[in-house]
């Protein structure tokens, strides 16, 4: 069978090079069964239980997956390995939290029919990042101002930061935000 130019065994031994790649750089920890910490630069193995005999082929006697399964198998690993985070602000923001030791957020939390960016529930505070690409419109500022009040009169305090606070002027963000949450 061929797929576009390629034939099934070049994609086949494409992806198996792909995979061998990312094998070779994170070495497989089978130890994290045993020990509560992992070694840095270790990375955990994921395997299946069983494999269908329709998932299995092989190439000079070595047992492959498909192409197929192969393909299941990397996009589940990789949702797996991706952040909690919706974007690539959130994700730098929570990384300030964390290198701040400041107490760890719900992200991404349903709050009173809302979705809230970071939730400190026990504190009553929510934390919202703002991109410039959802968050610019005369839209977008009325519906983050009525999600603000709705939050508000729920007993929730809202502080936002923009993205250029947090790429431009960390510190003072984590600063402000540590004021915020613990009263730093």
């Known amino acids: 069978m061929r ?4 034939t099934e065994s070049q994609v086949r031994r494409g992806l198996l090079g792909a995979a061998l ?38 190439l000079n006697g070595i047992p492959l997956t498909t192409a197929a399964r192969t393909l299941v198998d990397v ?13 690539e602000l959130e994700e730098r923001f929570l990384a300030l939290v964390r290198r ?20 400190w529930r026990d504190q009553g505070r929510v934390l919202e990042v703002d991109g410039y690409a959802f968050h610019s419109t005369r839209q977008a ?9 709705d939050l508000e009169l729920a ?9 250029d606070q947090i790429l431009h002027d960390p510190e003072d963000t984590l600063n402000r935000a540590a004021r915020v ?3 730093q």
Not at 35 to 56: E, F, I, K, M, Y
Not at 105 to 119: I, Q, S, T, Y
Not at 141 to 149: A, L
Request: some cysteine; aromatic content about 4%; proline content about 4%.
């Open 3 to 6: 797929t576009g130019c390629r």
């Open 21 to 58: 790649d990312v094998a070779s750089a994170h070495r497989c920890d089978r130890s994290h069964a045993r020990q509560p910490h992992q070694a840095a630069g270790n990375t955990p193995c994921h395997g299946s239980r069983g494999l269908d005999a329709r998932d299995v082929s092989g």
């Open 75 to 87: 996009t589940a690993a990789e949702q797996r390995a991706s952040s909690i985070t919706r974007s």
């Open 100 to 119: 701040g030791g400041l107490p760890a957020p719900e992200v991404n939390a349903r709050l009173h029919g809302d979705e809230v960016d970071f939730l």
């Open 141 to 149: 500022v009325t519906r983050d101002r009525r999600k603000d009040n």
């Open 155 to 163: 007993g929730f305090r809202v502080t936002r930061f923009t993205s």
């Open 181 to 183: 949450i613990v009263g």
